[in-house]
């Protein structure tokens, strides 16, 4: 199975804001892992993922008052 390693620009800036975005992350069977980088200025959030569209991660955390946008490399 080949998974797709997705990274994104957030403004979840720290423990509390991870913990508040945590059970939707968790609850989205094609993630495998994810993991928030909060040293980052851009607070970044790698996500690895089967069959997952950016979009959906996206508008997880944008549901519950968080930016998140995909950062292109």
């Not at 423990?15 to 059970?23: D, E, F, G, I, S």
């Not at 892992?33 to 955390?61: G, M, T, Y």
Request: glycine share 2%.
């Amino acid at each position: 199975m080949i998974m797709d390693v997705m990274v994104f620009v957030t403004s979840v800036y720290n423990r509390k804001a991870v913990n508040k975005v945590q059970p939707l992350l968790t609850a989205v069977p094609a993630i495998s892992q994810w993991n928030f980088d909060l040293e980052d200025c851009d607070h970044i959030l790698r996500v690895v993922a089967n069959n997952l569209s950016p979009r959906k991660v996206e508008s997880l955390l944008q549901s519950v008052g968080f930016d998140c946008r995909e950062l292109e490399y």
